[in-house]
């Protein structure tokens, strides 16, 4: 009900309008919610989370628990937003919450089912059953039952902002105290006011952020915040971010964040119309209405004055033993049995300061038996606290809580007195278990109107003080966050760069279908004239074993590795010997962790008595580096070697297939292609189309093979030119797919695929790599440990089968037996005769080769012969070629 | 999320850092001296220290460094 008296916040002159539950009211600039809702003589706003209970507007900050609404429509609605701290605008529209069918008419309510499925610790006892009973029953009623604000299903259209902040003193809290210090604080440099509200008026000199709440304090005073930039607008006016989330540094931090007035406990002190005695008299100072006419004042009537002055009838009673009423309350029995009608009840417990920020970042508190609350104790290397938050608080002693039902302590989770003195009684006396059993001040407002009470009767109930027990963590956030603000502008194509190649347009121009490869764009495959996976990777597969094939290997890791002792230092990091490879001349590398087992492979190039290159796979050429200037810098320093990424500088297309040579013999200029020129494992300078090339003879495929390394610059026009060279020869551009059932037929390994952290060397078949000469390597020791030389360790092997067989298949050695000796690593069609075909790491698999294995996947076993890893040309004639 | 101060840039955010575990175990010269069991020690074993440690930090995101520093393992406090 507005008054005549009151109201600094409002502006009585103008009235706009918003819809609550469909019904649409008048309000005034400056209202919240909560206080236009209160205006219009509505108390009931919500149901709560496991009873249903009908609940009101118990406060008029952000402690509030009960007053959570849903604003806003479809995409852009906010479930669980605290009424007290919704500004008013033109339009707005807001939706309770759990109540079903009608806010009014509550069924979960009305059948009282709610209070026999949750009792204290109901989790750990209503559920007993078969796993049938839970999902069939327990899960979809408690579901249906308990709850907030359904989410929004569609992704959220609004924008959010993020920015960093630096300053000398930052202020929480825009209170008295908070302006103060920041004024005081001018003199030391930069200082910026954080306020929650609305009202603060600008200080000089200050940076003041209104509407804006610290949510988390953390480690070397980060304070991070978020500004609700647009929320009090309605949506036609909204220009820039919604909200914008604050990352501060300070070199001191302020605490004014002032402290919150406490619930007393009751037997129905949920009903609306109960609410805090201090919210009370802030409805009628800031926005001019009185929350009932006939008012009843516990625990304090300090201010039963100025609300009888506004035109209120107020009865002032030492205690309260029940309240009574269904939507609102309707009368109170208060301490000697007398009976009073009432249309509100004000409480005063005491005052908790609000200490969040303090102790996320380990504060300690205290508890003040005079003022019954937990003060922060003072710590110079921390945050200063002052004003309230610091325990400058009213000596208010609260009544004594009184048992029966419906005696509420924790509102939002609805925890009842009766639930702190069962677990109590269950033996769960200590804060932190107590916490988790019943769930108090587990819910989305930390409770902050609910830790006080539950920790005073656990203490009660232990017949100590509340000291005794202590408080649990607090934690961020203070009040809750959208996930929004949070990620601001990390999401959708901003979350992680995207990485194409100089090929890419050309790519998406031939309808590739593109894969991710680590932050890499591949085309996994070339699909024409509607063929699906199986059918386009089965072409790229017969054109580059029949054929001629090309494939954009832009994505290789490569690093330049130079310097007088580039051979020592690759000699330590590579398990193979690089000081007698020629210049010009090739080698494939095996590189190992220090605990023996393969971290990459790839090929290395001497491209001038000092300089390397050196490739690295393409999910893994970051990590290569990495581990690379890690060793030279903490171990090998003395090593005059430098190592520089180049992976983006060089461009690479992969000519493979018999016609290879064919193909490049037409664009290739001051190159001898000839094998006996040019072997396998070899490197050469030439030009195409005018711009310089390196042509290294590698392969990946088991065909003969060029790769092309150009300027990224020039990528486009040499890929062109390679491409209308190979037309007659009917050359195919293949994807990753058609790659890896190539590299598979000839047990090429794939990092990550084949290896996991477990697969050394010998494991893999490649302990001809692994030099026998070299001192020490990277890895050296390792192999020699009694674990590394076990015949039984996991080895390749390949497998054929009458059908396809998943990856990650268990295999057995009968097809019922359950001891697992190995898994699946990679399954393909044959590139040519499409017979399925597989790799697998078994246990002493070599032993086995000529036997048969099991293999399950799928509720079904399939027999599988072992064979040789290496399917194709084993003799390597075609590569050499 | 803790400031960390590169010796080559400064202080910076946590987040431009990588953690390289205890400093001042260097990689034996010749780990063919050690028996398997102090090999071993050395792979796998850390002292896991509560209070000063010495570790390495990288400066992942920004010069690309390593450097040492201590840390109070319960406080996160570094020691000048
Ligand atoms: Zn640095």
């Given amino acids: 009900m507005r008054v005549a008296l009151g109201g600094t916040r409002i502006d009585r002159s103008r009235t706009i309008h918003f819809r609550f539950d469909g019904r649409t009211l008048a309000g005034h600039p400056g209202d919240t919610l909560a206080s236009a809702l209160l205006a219009n003589g509505i108390h009931l706003v919500g149901r709560s989370f496991k009873y249903h209970r009908p609940r009101g507007i118990l406060s008029a900050g952000a402690e509030e628990p009960n007053a959570l609404v849903t604003i806003g429509e479809g995409a852009f609605a906010e479930p669980n937003s605290r009424a007290t701290m919704v500004e008013l605008y033109d339009g707005l529209v807001a939706r309770s919450q759990n109540a079903w069918p009608s806010l009014g008419h509550d069924l979960g309510a009305v059948t009282g089912i709610a209070s026999r499925l949750f009792p204290a610790g109901f989790y750990y006892k209503t559920f007993l059953g078969s796993s049938r009973t839970w999902t069939g029953l327990y899960e979809p009623l408690i579901r249906r039952m308990a709850g907030l604000g359904p989410a929004p299903t569609a992704a959220d259209p609004d924008a959010y902002d993020k920015v960093h902040a630096h300053c000398e003193t930052l202020v929480v809290g825009g209170g008295a105290a908070g302006r103060a210090a920041a004024l005081e604080a001018l003199g030391q440099g930069r200082v910026i006011l954080i306020d929650e509200g609305v009202a603060t008026p600008p200080l000089d000199g200050v940076r003041l952020l209104n509407r804006t709440t610290a949510f988390g304090c953390y480690d070397d005073n980060l304070v991070m915040a978020v500004e609700r930039v647009n929320d009090h607008l309605p949506p036609g006016e909204r220009r820039g971010p919604r909200q914008r989330l604050w990352q501060i540094r300070a070199k001191r931090i302020v605490l004014a964040t002032g402290a919150h007035q406490q619930p007393l406990v009751f037997p129905n002190n949920d009903l609306p119309a109960i609410m805090i005695a201090s919210a009370g008299l802030t409805y009628l100072r800031d926005f001019g209405l009185l929350v009932g006419r006939r008012i009843v004042m516990v625990g304090s009537s300090d201010a039963a004055d100025e609300l009888r002055a506004a035109g209120a009838q107020v009865i002032e009673v030492a205690a309260i033993a029940a309240a009574h009423g269904r939507k609102r309350v309707a009368s109170v029995t208060d301490g000697q049995g007398t009976r009073h009608r009432c249309d509100a009840v004000l409480m005063a417990g005491g005052w908790q300061p609000a200490v969040h920020l303090h102790s996320q970042i380990g504060g300690r508190l205290s508890f003040d038996p005079a003022r019954h609350c937990f003060v922060p104790v003072v710590d110079p290397s921390r945050a200063r606290l002052i004003g309230a938050c610091a325990g400058d608080v009213p000596v208010d002693r609260p009544s004594a809580p009184v048992a029966g039902p419906n005696a509420f302590v924790d509102f939002q989770n609805d925890v009842t007195l009766a639930d702190i003195d069962l677990a109590t009684r269950e033996g769960f006396v200590s804060v932190e278990h107590l916490k988790r059993y019943t769930t108090t001040g587990m819910a989305t407002d930390q409770g902050k109107l609910s830790n006080l009470n539950a920790i005073t009767r656990l203490a009660h109930n232990l017949g100590g003080a509340p000291g005794s027990v202590g408080t649990t963590t607090f934690r961020p956030p203070y009040t809750p966050v959208t996930f929004g603000a949070l990620a601001a502008h990390d999401r959708d194509q901003f979350i992680d760069p995207t990485r194409t190649t100089p090929m890419h347009d ?252 477990t697969v050394a060397p010998d494991d893999l078949g490649l302990s001809w790599v692994v030099s026998k000469s070299k001192p020490d390597f990277i890895g050296k020791r390792s192999l020699a440990r009694p674990e590394l030389q076990r015949p039984d360790r996991k080895q390749l092997v390949g497998l054929t089968m009458d059908a396809f067989v998943d990856e990650g298949a268990q295999l057995t050695a009968g097809a019922a037996d359950t001891v697992m000796l190995g898994h699946v690593t990679s399954s393909y069609p044959g590139a040519v005769d499409e017979k399925p075909f597989a790799l697998a790491l078994v246990t002493g698999g070599r032993q086995r080769i000529g036997t048969s294995l099991y293999a399950h996947f799928g509720g079904r076993s399939l027999r599988c012969n072992v064979t040789d890893p290496v399917f194709y040309d084993p003799e390597g004639v075609r590569l050499h070629g | 999320m803790l400031t960390i101060v590169c010796p080559h840039c400064g202080a910076r955010d946590q987040t431009e850092f990588r953690a390289g575990g205890e400093a001042d175990r260097p990689r034996p010269a010749d780990p063919f001296a050690l028996t398997d069991a102090e090999w071993a020690d050395f792979l796998f074993m850390r002292g896991n220290v509560m209070g000063l440690q010495r570790e390495l930090w990288v400066h992942a995101a920004g010069c690309g460094k390593w450097f040492s520093l201590t840390r109070d393992t319960r406080t996160h406090r570094f020691a000048p």
């Fill in chain 1, 506 to 757: 050309w790519h998406v121009g031939q309808g590739a279908v593109f894969e991710d490869v680590g932050q890499w764009k591949r085309p996994r495959y070339f699909p024409r004239d509607g063929e699906d996976m199986r059918a386009a990777v089965r072409r790229e597969c017969r054109a580059v074993r029949r054929g001629v094939g090309v494939l954009d290997a832009s994505t290789l890791g490569k690093i330049d590795v130079r310097g007088p002792d580039a051979a020592s230092f690759l000699n330590l990091i590579y398990a193979n010997g690089w000081s007698k490879l020629p210049v010009g001349r090739c080698r494939y590398g095996v590189m190992l962790g220090e605990d023996g087992m393969v971290f990459d492979d790839g090929v290395s190039a001497r491209i001038a008595e000092h300089q390397f290159l050196t490739f690295t796979t393409t999910g893994n050429a970051a990590r290569v580096l990495d581990h690379m200037e890690d060793y030279h810098q903490t171990e090998w320093p003395h090593l005059k070697v430098w190592l520089n990424s180049v992976t983006e500088h060089w461009a690479a297309a992969v000519v493979t297939g018999p016609l290879a040579r064919d193909v490049l013999r037409e664009v290739v200029s001051d190159v001898d292609l000839s094998a006996a020129a040019f072997p396998h494992l070899s490197w050469r300078e030439g030009r195409i189309a005018g711009h310089k090339v390196r042509l290294y003879r590698i392969s990946f495929t088991g065909e003969l093979s060029f790769e092309v390394h150009c300027d990224s610059r020039f990528a486009r026009p040499i890929w062109e030119a390679l491409l209308a060279a190979g037309e007659r020869f009917g050359i195919t551009p293949y994807g990753t797919e058609a790659m890896h059932v190539l590299r598979a037929e000839k047990a090429y390994v794939i990092i990550g695929q084949e290896t996991d952290g």
